[in-house]
């Protein structure tokens, strides 16, 4: 059973394009990250979100709390963006966490 | 810019054999986390730390598991004897604030933004 999933699970785009993934949720949440990995493996923290809206450089995250659902939107696309962006949250309780399985984003030059 | 920091970055061990992986967190932070990511899979919650206590911890993290503050900085997570399925990447994250619970248990609300270590591949053989 997965908390959360993410679609698509590998995305390829040419640079430039305009770019979303989804994440939907199946329990209650306090919150909601964003997460980067780089090829490497490390991973950073983009956004994390308990309602609305934020934009941080070319990155916008949204989330419907009643739909139980979030979009990462990458605008202008660079072949740097491309890594795996994971979706996680954390329950209402406060304190379980769940991941879903990440996206894989190639940019193209 | 403060970061999280991991020793070592790469662990080779021999099955049954103890680690102790360790993290340093951000100064000011209070919170913190052991994630894990075996190779090709997603990553897990291990466990989340607050006030010298743990606040939580998911089914993975049995009786082989350990985590410990041994000072003001450090953060470390220990696996008394290993296992083959122990190998993976293991993140530690720390973040600045959360909401205790005033219930009586700690409870720790991840509502802030959590900062990542670049991760420990432990390898067991």
């Known amino acids: 059973k997965n908390e959360v999933e993410q679609s698509p699970q590998n995305l390829t785009a040419q640079e430039g394009e305009f770019i979303t993934i989804n994440c939907s949720y199946s329990?209650?949440?306090?919150?909601l990250h964003w997460l980067q990995q780089h090829p490497g493996g490390g991973i950073v923290s983009l956004f994390m979100?308990?309602?609305g809206k934020k934009k941080h450089g070319r990155l916008i995250a949204t989330i419907n709390i009643q739909e139980k659902h979030s979009s990462l939107h990458i605008t202008a696309s660079h072949p740097r963006d491309s890594a795996v962006y994971i979706c996680a949250v954390v329950d209402y309780t406060g304190n379980q966490f769940y991941f879903g399985t990440g996206t894989s984003l190639t940019v193209i030059p | 810019e403060p970061e999280v920091t991991q020793t070592p970055s790469h662990q080779v061990t021999q099955m049954g054999q103890e680690v102790i992986l360790r993290c340093v967190p951000i100064s000011n932070h209070l919170y913190f986390y052991w994630y894990r990511q075996i190779l090709g899979q997603k990553v897990e919650f291990l466990v989340s730390f607050y006030n010298n206590e743990i606040s939580e911890k998911s089914e993975i993290f049995d009786d082989q598991f350990s985590v410990e503050r041994p000072d003001g900085s450090n953060f470390t997570l220990k696996i008394r004897s290993t296992k083959l399925e122990d190998s993976a990447m293991y993140f530690c994250?720390?973040?600045?604030?959360?909401?205790?619970?005033?219930?009586?248990?700690?409870?720790?609300?991840?509502?802030?933004?959590?900062?990542f270590g670049p991760g420990t591949r432990l390898t067991v053989l």
């Open positions: 979100l308990s309602s």
């Open positions: 994250a720390s973040s600045r604030t959360g909401t205790p619970s005033t219930s009586g248990r700690i409870v720790v609300r991840s509502t802030d933004t959590q900062y």
């Open positions: 329990v209650g949440i306090s919150a």
